[in-house]
């Protein structure tokens, strides 16, 4: 069975805690349960969650949706934005466990990636690096999310041409924003036979703005 697998790298850095990551760990458990009612996405979709403030980590490796079980996320008490960490640990992780196509047999889907921020990369340098080797792989799309009013879209633009902004970190933005996502994925998943392409992304809502 051809996998979808879908990575979320979550910005864990100092600003984050409090209501804002309460908010993340309410949005992903949300977003779980509506996919989990998708046919389409609990036969293909497999998620991993890594999270980035001074160091990156693999949350959750990579797991059949059916079978993930989500443990809530939390913020250390004070810790930079080390976002090129975070991509460096994607790439890491995409290399070891996404299967690609041989001659015999078809691999997994292209890779969905949805990564949201509050700031700015504090390893800029690790981060321009990490992007070069993120154009060499084949990735489905990869959406970034600048949450709130300091989140820098410049370095997001370099990611990605797929942008979203959040004016605020409350629960309503990011309850729109996984639900967005898991929109996104539930689209990804039942389109993953007819195209693998970039594929289309449903329109966001109200509270998200795309950034152009």
Not at 144 to 164: F, I, M, N, S
Request: charged share 20%; aromatic share 8%.
């Amino acid at each position: 069975m051809r996998r979808l697998p879908v990575y979320i790298l979550l910005d864990t850095s100092g600003s984050m805690r409090g209501e804002p990551i309460h908010s993340v760990n309410v949005g992903i458990q949300a977003m779980l349960n509506a996919l989990k009612q998708d046919p389409y996405a609990l036969e293909s979709v497999h998620i991993s969650i890594i999270t980035f403030d001074n160091e990156a980590r693999e949350h959750t490796p990579l797991t059949a949706l059916e079978n993930f079980q989500f443990t809530d996320i939390e913020v250390p008490s004070a810790g930079g934005t080390f976002m090129g960490a975070g991509l460096e640990l994607l790439i890491k992780l995409v290399d070891r466990d996404v299967k690609r196509s041989t001659e015999d047999q078809k691999g997994d889907w292209r890779p969905l990636v949805f990564l949201m921020t509050d700031g700015s990369p504090s390893d800029a340098y690790a981060y321009t690096q990490a992007i070069e080797e993120i154009k060499k792989r084949p990735f489905g799309s990869i959406i970034a999310c600048a949450a709130g009013p300091k989140a820098k879209h410049e370095y997001l633009t370099q990611l990605t041409d797929r942008v979203v902004s959040l004016d605020t970190l409350d629960s309503t933005a990011f309850s729109s924003f996984f639900k967005w996502v898991s929109a996104s994925v539930s689209v990804g998943s039942s389109s993953a036979g007819i195209t693998d392409t970039q594929r289309t992304l449903p329109p966001p809502p109200p509270e998200i703005q795309l950034v152009l």
